[in-house]
């Protein structure tokens, strides 16, 4: 079975242009996350969605990001415009509900993205 | 969310146990004890997960100490693929599947 599915893996990209990823999850994974990782640190989530509703996004710097998941499948992140310090591997991930019993989360590979 | 600590780096040799140290002090009684490693330039997987009793799998064993403010997780014969950053990570039960990383444990397996 295909695991978690990002694109592209790498882009390259000049300051205040736009941006954008996306992720297929896990067949029949109804939980998907968007996460951003600096250099040297642990995941920080940006967005998690029950299906296609975003339930958490207090992270998401929300003047420059945007994600959609229109249908409860595959999801995209947006920035526009992008800064310098917006360099950072952004991951997808993606797991069964959490209703009661752990779900583990299952990661895709990351984009990682470079702003000049 | 409860705070875990553990040492930036740790070192062994191919073919010798490893055991990987996390603090957790201030743990509650609806904490769980995670463990994702994240291989080089590859997402985090998950590894091993306990409450209060050892717990074995295929990839590590899982030691957490009577009072469960620290947990040990154990690589029983490391091998070159095992160099990663170890996350270990406390979850609340009631937060579902949610997870919030720390900086991890960068194990370096050397031939």
């Given at each position: 079975?295909?695991?978690v599915?990002?694109?592209?893996?790498?882009?390259?990209?000049?300051?205040?242009?736009?941006?954008?990823?996306w992720c297929n999850p896990i067949s029949g994974h109804n939980t998907l996350y968007w996460?951003?990782?600096?250099?040297?640190?642990?995941?920080?989530?940006l967005i998690r969605y029950e299906n296609e509703e975003a339930v958490d996004d207090?992270?998401l710097?929300?003047?420059?990001?945007s994600a959609e998941r229109l249908k409860g499948v595959d999801s995209t992140l947006k920035?526009?415009?992008?800064?310098?310090?917006?360099?950072?591997?952004?991951?997808c991930a993606s797991s069964l509900a959490g209703t009661?019993?752990?779900?583990?989360?299952?990661?895709?590979?990351?984009?990682?993205?470079?702003?000049? | 969310?409860?705070?875990?600590?553990?040492?930036?780096?740790?070192?062994?040799?191919?073919?010798?146990?490893?055991?990987?140290?996390?603090?957790?002090?201030?743990?509650?009684?609806?904490?769980?004890?995670?463990?994702?490693?994240?291989?080089?330039?590859?997402?985090?997987?998950?590894?091993?997960?306990?409450?209060?009793?050892?717990?074995?799998?295929?990839?590590?064993?899982?030691?957490?100490?009577?009072?469960?403010?620290?947990?040990?997780?154990?690589?029983?014969?490391?091998?070159?693929?095992?160099?990663?950053?170890?996350?270990?990570?406390?979850?609340?039960?009631?937060?579902g599947n949610?997870?919030?990383?720390?900086?991890?444990?960068?194990?370096?397996?050397?031939?």
């Amino acid at each position: 079975e295909a695991g978690v599915v990002q694109s592209p893996r790498y882009k390259i990209i000049e300051k205040k242009q736009p941006v954008a990823f996306w992720c297929n999850p896990i067949s029949g994974h109804n939980t998907l996350y968007w996460y951003l990782q600096n250099l040297g640190q642990g995941p920080e989530l940006l967005i998690r969605y029950e299906n296609e509703e975003a339930v958490d996004d207090s992270q998401l710097p929300k003047d420059r990001f945007s994600a959609e998941r229109l249908k409860g499948v595959d999801s995209t992140l947006k920035i526009q415009p992008a800064e310098l310090g917006d360099s950072a591997v952004y991951l997808c991930a993606s797991s069964l509900a959490g209703t009661g019993v752990y779900n583990e989360q299952f990661f895709g590979p990351g984009t990682r993205l470079t702003v000049l | 969310d409860a705070k875990t600590t553990q040492p930036n780096s740790m070192e062994s040799n191919e073919e010798e146990p490893v055991h990987l140290p996390c603090n957790h002090s201030t743990i509650s009684g609806t904490d769980y004890i995670h463990w994702y490693r994240q291989l080089p330039s590859q997402g985090p997987e998950y590894v091993i997960h306990g409450l209060t009793s050892n717990v074995n799998n295929r990839m590590a064993s899982l030691a957490i100490a009577e009072d469960r403010k620290s947990s040990t997780l154990i690589l029983h014969r490391a091998t070159l693929r095992d160099a990663a950053v170890y996350y270990c990570i406390l979850r609340d039960d009631g937060a579902g599947n949610m997870l919030t990383f720390g900086g991890g444990t960068r194990l370096m397996v050397k031939p």
